[in-house]
């Protein structure tokens, strides 16, 4: 199994980046997947979930409006599209992927971690 992670970088504030998560090893449509994200200091937090079809996500009060998350199921890969960047989004974001019927928000009803790409956001 395994979730390879890119698209982070260094950007400005009021910018944006477009996180992508590649999955390989099981079967991906079978997943619910999230994005989280882990300051320094702090717990990882839930960033945003999509259910098995695409169809029903979820994404942070923090993030809502600026943040979306999306699936390809042809291509086994997830997205985070992140606009209007603050520089309190500067963290690691990392992607998971559940064994659920439905969006799923806590850490501990994910299965399966990818490694984690670095956003930083500068004032």
């Known amino acids: 199994v395994q979730l390879q992670a890119s698209g982070g970088g260094l950007v400005q504030a009021g910018g944006y980046l477009r996180l992508s998560c590649e999955a390989s090893g099981f079967t991906f449509s079978n997943y619910v997947m999230g994005w989280f994200r882990q300051a320094p200091g702090k717990e990882r937090e839930f960033v945003a979930t999509i259910n098995l079809n695409g169809v029903i996500t979820r994404h942070a009060d923090s993030v809502k409006g600026r943040f979306t998350i999306s699936r390809d199921n042809g291509k086994n890969t997830v997205y985070l599209q992140m606009n209007s960047l603050k520089p309190e989004d500067t963290a690691v974001y990392f992607c998971?992927?559940?064994?659920?019927?439905?969006?799923?928000?806590?850490?501990?009803?994910?299965?399966?971690w990818g490694q984690g790409t670095q956003v930083t956001v500068s004032s």
């Open positions: 998971a992927a559940a064994r659920a019927i439905t969006i799923v928000t806590r850490t501990s009803d994910y299965a399966y």
